[in-house]
């Protein structure tokens, strides 16, 4: 059996420095906001050139604190992309503000730079783009249209740790760049957790103050917040993967190069790479017209494979009032809907088994 991602064979390349990481943990007994914590938010900003990261209970409060430490209140538009996880768009409902979605570039699956200017009303107060399965979004004219509007950019970056964008890392385009650490993320714990960095020293405060209760001060409140802290035993187990993300992500271009050499069956399209980007492969996904047939002889063979995402939140009951929630309104994000079929990446898997999966994608026949 061939998983999407196996998690067990990096922990058993790792186990030694994890468990005693835990352990350290368990042994300090300081398990909220502990000293993981604070080493955590400073190695990530560093790793990002930025001077702010903070540490948040996952990835979505990443979202949900980053629009309240931005100012988003309800009755506020945000604009991001149809063809993502729930999360993304889940958030600004959840503020009481209004998802607008904008169709992507099928090429990249990702937010479409040129139709974005069009969705832009006097309501609209952020952008959220989406960098979907570890690729970039093409953020120069994004930043160029959030920048003539006067528009907040707040970039989930929770399938793109590391990638970068014209050279620059990504989350550190816009006003805040929010991740996450679920387990099957790049850059992952054992449980929940999650990340905002920006460079703005009052977004950073107000995030602490978000993710503490509305305090910055013990049994003082100065706002409505949350209890959404990083877990101080999540955090020393990203702290260990943290020192070798760059290798992981080398790890996963590594299985494209090879998917990229051995996939040669007509009419399949592999994943775009833009020249200038550093795709860092969350997921790599095929475009096809016979994902039934590639899906079933996948599983006959062993071989897990998967649908990201099977409905775009265009059409999903939750958004059935947003301006575009009819089939055929955001026909590119539609079609990738229909035709998308992601198979098993991650750092650890290996030439042999790529070469299986690549082999059973050859030979489907009906
Ligand atoms: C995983 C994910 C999230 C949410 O992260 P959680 O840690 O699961 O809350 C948000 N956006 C995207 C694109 C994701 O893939």
Redesign the pocket.
């Known amino acids: 059996m061939i998983p999407m991602v196996d998690l067990r064979r990096q922990y058993l390349q790792l186990k030694e420095e994890i468990d005693a990481a835990v352990l350290d943990v368990l042994d300090k007994t300081q398990f909220i906001l502990g000293p993981n914590v604070s080493e955590l938010e400073a190695e990530v900003a560093r790793y990002h050139g930025v001077p702010h990261a903070v540490g948040v209970?996952?990835?979505?409060?990443?979202?949900l604190l980053a629009l309240r430490a931005l100012g988003i209140e309800a009755g506020d538009e945000i604009i991001t992309t149809p063809f993502?996880?729930?999360?993304?768009a889940e958030v600004a409902g959840l503020l009481g503000a209004v998802p607008v979605f904008v169709d992507i570039d099928p090429k990249t699956f990702n937010l479409d730079p040129a139709r974005l200017e069009a969705a832009v009303t006097e309501k609209t107060r952020a952008i959220i783009p989406?960098?979907?399965f570890g690729q970039p979004c093409d953020m120069d004219p994004i930043l160029d249209v959030a920048r003539r509007h006067g528009l907040k950019v707040i970039e989930?970056?929770?399938?793109a740790f590391g990638a970068r964008y014209k050279g620059r890392i990504v989350g550190t385009l816009g006003h805040a760049g929010?991740?996450?650490?679920?387990p099957?993320?790049n850059l992952a714990c054992y449980g929940?957790?999650?990340m905002v960095i920006t460079a703005d020293e009052e977004t950073d405060a107000a995030l602490r103050v978000l993710r503490n209760h509305g305090s910055a001060v013990r049994y003082t409140h100065s706002t409505l917040g949350y209890n959404s802290r990083l877990d101080e035993i999540q955090a020393a187990i990203v702290r260990v993967k943290l020192r070798r993300i760059d290798a992981l992500n080398e790890g996963r271009r590594r299985a494209a190069g090879l998917y990229r050499k051995s996939i040669r069956r007509t009419g399949v399209v592999l994943p775009y790479e833009a020249e200038d980007c550093r795709h860092v492969y969350?997921q790599f996904t095929l475009l096809t017209d016979e994902r039934e047939r590639l899906q079933e002889a996948l599983t006959k063979a062993g071989i897990a494979s998967a649908v990201y995402y099977p409905i775009p939140l265009h059409l999903q009951e939750v958004f059935r009032n947003s301006a575009a929630c009819r089939h055929g309104d955001l026909p590119a994000s539609e079609d990738a809907a229909r035709r998308v079929l992601s198979l098993p990446m991650f750092p650890e898997i290996t030439e042999e088994e790529i070469q299986r999966i690549s082999d059973v994608i050859n030979g489907a026949t009906a």
């Open positions: 209970a996952n990835g979505t409060d990443a979202l993502t996880f729930i999360a993304t989406v960098h979907l989930d970056c929770a399938q929010c991740t996450s650490f679920f099957s993320k929940d957790g999650g969350h």
